[in-house]
């Protein structure tokens, strides 16, 4: 209860209970007339005494008399302090809060940032004022407090300054967050301004800022584009299917016949990740090298869906033009939606999706019949998220969550991290390889010439109205130039298609790698899968020293499985199955009983020791 409430019922018991006037009463002395007021102390129809009822009320001596006085004075309303509605000698006057709010703006004028562009998780920033990473509001009130001294003013304490920025400058001036993958052009632009602004050249300034105005101009009409192309693919997509129960979820009902529709495809790599991986690691594989497996998703923003290519390590055959060409003819002659025209959109990288590989097999598609119309553009460098960074943050997110042990972990956890992300992988665990890799840049070396200075444009649109003539453009509205690619004598036949290149695979160094290093985290059903033992003998000079006299020395791991979690010391290890069976043999959980005795006396007998190699 509070003060003023608790006090208020305090006065009004005394209210309701006082005597005034009369004689007073006792049993031994005189009764004689009253002359002050007389309060009886209750409690639920009880007569109680004085300490009592201060007691049941939380109240004090002296308080109750405060209340009593006020009481009698004024009667029944609540006590106000005798300070009440005064200015304090010491708080801040209106100049004072008006030369606070003044030096944060100036500040943030001259080491503020402002961006021309996007600014990631934030969506009003065209009137911000960024100040850098490395400066805090510490550092910001040490100075103010420094300039008040030259000037012989009062400087106010850190949390008032703390509180004016907070309610006069809440969304114009913030500290920026560290980001990667930032705009090379925005932080050029952005340190150009702070320069004009030190130096107070006006032309210099009004130059930069017009430098930050055309960039920030052309990144919304790119993004405008964008989003523009995505509502059309919406669009057209909807109400071909109206089964509301299933609706389309390719490739389960994939058409047979081709859609007369624009479909709008964007494809990118994410970061690879590695597995063995759980939630609570161990420590030691830190300083290890665990098995990679790379991820490449073509998203199909009508759907929507994603379908992630996962690459594993035994099946990799790098990020170039290659695979990316390779994956997505295996996407789009298996999940796609079998349109007549397409749209792609992917990121700026010059090595896998921004090269003339790429185009050639745009070409391609529309002098064989597969597709009436290709265009793809590319975003601008450092403003480069869309579709397939929202997928794979939901995958990761998952990843980050889950037992990851083996290739066939990752795939349930793909399809369990959100109804948008499918798997897709190149390889199986058994070591089948699913999606090929084809040879597009020797093919096409000799059918389809080169674009010079392709770097320079970001759209190309190609036609079967035009074979062999791609149309290219710098900008969203920007002047086409058009490209005659197709070399003399050149025969493209439909049916043929280029060599098919192997995977490379892992090296016999790094198999061993793995079965010495990685595989005592894997959990007991998997280790043969993801770690198997390697064919080849181990090479010589590698990390592990051989026993004298023994060819391929017994490996502790694979004789004697020792649980190294929780988890797994619940469940009793089987043999001679794969990854994720389960078995129920008698015979085969009883002897595995005994191995864990022997086990975890061996464990008990010597101290295992941990290779770490940094």
């Known amino acids: 209860m509070a003060k003023p409430v608790q006090e208020i019922a305090i006065m009004s018991q005394m209210a309701a209970t006082s005597t005034m006037g009369g004689l007073s009463t006792g049993n031994h002395r005189r009764q004689k007339e009253r002359k002050r007021q007389f309060f009886k102390f209750m409690h639920q129809g009880h007569k109680i005494c004085r300490v009592t009822f201060l007691k049941l009320h939380a109240c004090g001596k002296s308080r109750f008399e405060e209340i009593i006085k006020n009481y009698r004075m004024n009667g029944l309303i609540p006590r106000v302090h005798r300070n009440a509605g005064k200015t304090p000698n010491h708080a801040l006057t209106y100049d004072d809060m ?51 001294e030259g000037l012989y003013v009062k400087a106010c304490a850190e949390t008032t300054f703390n509180m004016l920025w907070r309610c006069y400058l809440p969304y114009y001036i913030e500290k920026m967050k560290p980001m990667s993958d930032l705009c090379a052009t925005c932080k050029e632009i952005s340190g150009l301004i702070i320069r004009s602004a030190s130096m107070q050249s006006d032309e210099r300034i009004t130059e930069a800022m017009q430098k930050a105005l055309d960039h920030r101009s052309l990144v919304k009409k790119e993004r405008e584009y964008y989003k523009d192309v995505l509502k059309e693919a919406q669009l057209l997509l909807k109400g071909l299917y109206t089964d509301a129960a299933n609706n389309y979820n390719p490739p389960l009902t994939r058409p047979l016949a081709m859609l007369n529709i624009v479909a709008h495809y964007s494809f990118d790599y994410a970061q690879q990740v590695h597995y063995p991986s759980s939630p609570l690691q161990a420590g030691p594989i830190y300083f290890l090298t665990p098995r990679k497996c790379g991820i490449f998703g073509v998203c199909c923003e009508a759907i929507p869906q994603q379908v992630n290519f996962l690459i594993d390590e035994s099946f990799d055959t790098g990020k170039g033009a290659n695979p990316v060409i390779s994956m997505v003819y295996f996407y789009l002659k298996n999940h796609g939606l079998n349109s007549v025209s397409i749209h792609f959109n992917a990121d700026n990288c010059t090595g896998q999706n921004k090269n003339n590989t790429v185009i050639q097999y745009l070409l391609w598609r529309v002098m064989t019949g597969l597709n009436a119309s290709i265009s793809i553009s590319f975003l601008p460098v450092g403003h480069t998220k869309f579709s397939p960074d929202w997928c794979f943050g939901l995958l990761k997110q998952k990843f980050l969550k889950a037992e990851v042990d083996s290739l066939d972990d990752f795939i349930q ?86 060599n098919i290149l192997p995977p490379k695979g892992m090296s016999t160094e790094r198999k061993w790698y793995l079965y010495e290093k990685i595989r005592s985290f894997c959990r007991y059903e998997c280790k043969d899968v993801t770690c198997p033992l390697p064919d080849a003998p181990r090479p010589t000079g590698s990390s592990r020293q051989s026993t004298p006299g023994v060819d391929n020395p017994p490996d502790l791991a694979m004789e004697i499985e020792v649980p190294h979690s929780p988890r797994q010391s619940l469940e009793p290890p089987a043999t001679q199955r794969k990854c994720g069976e389960r078995t129920d043999d008698k015979n085969v959980w009883e002897k595995n009983t005994e191995i864990e005795v022997i086990a975890s006396f061996t464990a008990n007998q010597r101290t295992p020791s941990v290779n770490c190699d940094l």
């Open 413 to 498: 956890v793909v399809e369990q991290s959100s109804a948008v992300n499918k798997a897709q992988p190149v390889g199986s665990s058994n070591g089948e390889l699913i999606v090929e890799t084809l040879d597009w840049c020797s093919y096409f070396a000799t059918l389809i010439k080169k674009i010079k200075g392709i770097k320079g444009f970001q759209h190309f649109v190609v036609n079967a109205t035009s074979p062999g003539v791609v149309a290219a453009r710098q900008a969203v509205d920007g002047p086409v130039t058009q490209f005659n690619l197709l070399k003399e004598d050149a025969q493209i036949m439909e049916d043929e298609l280029p």
């Open 98 to 148: 008006l030369r606070v709010v003044a030096f944060i703006r100036n500040y943030a004028e001259v080491h503020g940032i402002s961006l021309p562009g996007r600014i990631p998780g934030m969506k009003s920033y065209e009137n911000k004022k960024f100040l850098p990473c490395s400066t805090s509001k510490r550092q910001v009130y040490l100075e103010y407090a420094e300039s008040c």
